[in-house]
């Protein structure tokens, strides 16, 4: 049996480092060993081999030769070979790896050194419990599989079939708070670190409910789910997740994990609303997946114009379902939804980018996103959600009722996700017409394709509901409501002295004034303000009121004035309308 062992250990917690061994036999000179450069599900060459601090090959130095930025190739034949290697570990994000003396977290396309086209029966990990104080109440969790065979939290040997099974399992150590519930008959564990106060039998409870409707949504659990983890880093200001088999990494702040005598409010929703779209990813991306994901590439980008299904899919349903079990209210869906289109809206980017070219610029655009984003992209997460609305609520009226998306979830679980079959470029509009009799080209070329609005009013109206578009800001200050208000038009942070420009959206009062991102604005209208008054100041004048700016542009200070502007309304508010007129079934 031809096994390839790792072990890992924490060798300086102050420096950041983990402790790597890599040991396996009869290795044949010319053997290159590498790193991926990217983690499924983040679609950004990350280059994790440069924080490869040290390595060695049977204490040599020489035994190993790097090749290029990600691969060492072995320049002797080896009957028995030992692999030693440091890894820094400074990455407070999912998608890496980071250790300090609170917990060490790593993903393993950072630790993990591939031997390239090695023939292997099993990859097998040893991660020793740290010997320092500090460490001394840690535990460890992970979905990959125990050697053992027990379901515990402890250090130990684990296992693993394949190099894709083995970098798709994270690893979460420190004082760990755990909470178990069973949904689909499997069991889940919610699992915690970083201080908190929440209510881990109210998050179960919602939880169990979320994960329970979308095993029944789809059916059943793909294969590989023996157990599912939703490990939770929190932070002071923390938002973000990363999908794998059988697990989640997320990021949420301490404001999310709300403790038991606090009622329900938006931060909590913004984290089940986090854990219901990674969850869903079990599915939509996870196993069904692009024909380019199979197998995935990991030294290279690998382009698709369909990210707009899998992120944006994933999306429509990550509130939807919430809604379907019961742990969210109609009104609370509504809120998040047109909270979707009033970020699509807001962006002149959507007249710029079609969503499958959001989706293939992942790599090089979306994932490195400047100052005039908001101008030149748009996103194939909202807007790829508003999609799927769209094709929901059109699939329904087309099918008098007989079909909806979740239908067409079935059919890509059933026919590409459980069979690992690729889905094609272009391939769901065709399974859209030749298994659902919906045949759209139109919708497809504009929505998809094409950077026109979506139909959003005319596909609402069909289910009884209504946008009604407003100014992005409140109008309490006037005693008119139907009157216009003005907004800045410009992202701003906190700065010494003033505020920061971080970006500009084109057509907006700050783009006509002539701001730029970087400027330190200090004055309007004569008066200081700080990041706290500059809003609500400037909110409260009047359309062709002059106003004056004072702002550091590189150092030297500049003086703006010019008139303001209304404001365009592009804040969304869904509701129902006439309901006996609805043409189709959607809530």
């Known amino acids: 049996m031809n096994i390839v062992h790792y072990s890992v250990e924490l060798h300086d917690a102050t420096s950041h480092l983990i402790q790597v061994k890599l040991t396996l036999s009869k290795v044949t000179k010319g053997q290159v060993f590498r790193l991926p ?48 290697y ?3 570990a400074y990455d407070m994000s999912v998608r890496g790896a980071h250790l300090d003396d609170s917990h060490l977290f790593f993903n393993g396309t950072s630790v993990f050194l591939e031997p390239v086209d090695f023939a292997v029966d099993q990859f097998q990990v040893t991660v020793t419990k740290p010997s320092q104080i500090f460490a001394q109440n840690w535990r460890l969790a992970t979905s990959m599989k125990r050697k053992d065979g027990q379901l515990n939290y402890e250090f130990g040997e684990f296992i693993a079939h394949d190099y894709d099974e083995l970098i798709d399992h994270p690893f979460e150590m420190g004082e760990l708070d755990i909470a178990e519930f069973k949904a689909g008959g499997v ?4 699992v915690l ?29 793909p294969e590989c789910v023996e157990r599912y983890l939703f490990m939770v880093h929190v932070l002071d200001n923390g938002y973000g997740g990363l999908e794998h088999r059988s697990s989640t990494a997320l990021h949420c702040s301490y404001s999310e994990i709300i403790p038991r005598e606090q009622p329900k409010n938006d931060d909590y929703l913004n984290f089940l609303t986090l854990c219901s779209h990674e969850y869903f990813h079990t599915w939509n991306i996870k196993q069904i997946k692009p024909a380019q994901f199979l197998p995935y590439q990991l030294d290279r980008e690998s382009y698709t114009k369909q990210l707009w299904i899998f992120e944006g899919f994933t999306s429509y349903h990550e509130d939807l379902l919430l809604l379907h079990a019961g742990v969210i209210t109609q009104p609370e869906y509504l809120k998040l939804l047109s909270t979707t289109v009033s970020r699509v809206y807001r962006g ?39 999609v799927a609305l769209c094709l929901d609520l059109l699939l329904r009226q087309a099918s008098n009722n007989a079909y909806s998306i979740q239908d067409v979830m079935q059919y890509l679980w059933q026919n590409f996700g459980k069979p690992q079959v690729g889905l094609g470029e272009g391939q769901l509009e065709q399974i859209l017409a030749q298994q659902f009799d919906f045949e759209n080209p139109e919708f497809f070329a504009s929505a998809v394709y094409g950077t026109d609005d979506l139909p959003l009013e005319t596909v609402l109206q069909l289910a009884g509901y209504k946008i009604t578009w407003s100014c992005p800001e409140s109008l309490k200050h006037l005693a008119n409501e139907s009157a216009v ?40 209208n004569g008066r200081q303000i700080g990041i ?12 062709e009121e ?31 309308c006439d309901q006996t007129s609805a043409k189709i079934v959607w809530l």
């Open 348 to 386: 002149q980017g959507r007249h710029l980018q079609s969503v499958a070219e959001s989706s293939f610029d992942a790599w090089t655009r979306f994932y490195k996103q400047d100052e005039n984003a908001p101008n030149a992209i748009v996103s194939y997460y909202a807007k790829g959600k508003l």
């Open 193 to 221: 670190v970083g201080e908190h106060q929440g209510d881990l039998d109210r998050i179960c409870k919602d939880l169990s409910a979320v994960c329970a409707h979308q095993i029944e949504y789809f059916g059943e659990l």
């Open 532 to 543: 706290g008054q500059f809003e609500a100041r400037f909110s409260k004048l009047l359309p």
């Open 546 to 576: 002059t106003v004056t700016l004072h702002l550091f542009r590189r150092q030297k200070l500049k003086q703006v004035s010019g008139q303001i502007q209304a404001s365009k309304k592009t804040n969304a508010w869904i509701e129902p």
């Open 37 to 84: 450069n990217w983690i499924p599900g983040s679609y950004m060459l990350r280059e994790f081999a440069r924080h490869i601090v040290a390595i060695t090959a049977n204490g040599r130095r020489d035994l190993l030769q790097k090749i290029d930025g990600n691969s060492w190739q072995l320049t002797e034949e080896a009957q028995e070979l030992v692999i030693e």
């Open 86 to 88: 440091r890894v820094y």
């Open 187 to 190: 069991l889940h564990a919610v």
């Open 485 to 524: 208000s003005v907004n800045f038009g410009a992202s701003v942070v906190a700065a010494e002295g003033g505020i920061k420009v971080l970006s500009v959206l084109e057509q907006s009062n700050a783009y006509h004034l002539g701001i730029c991102a970087g400027d330190i604005i200090i004055a309007l």
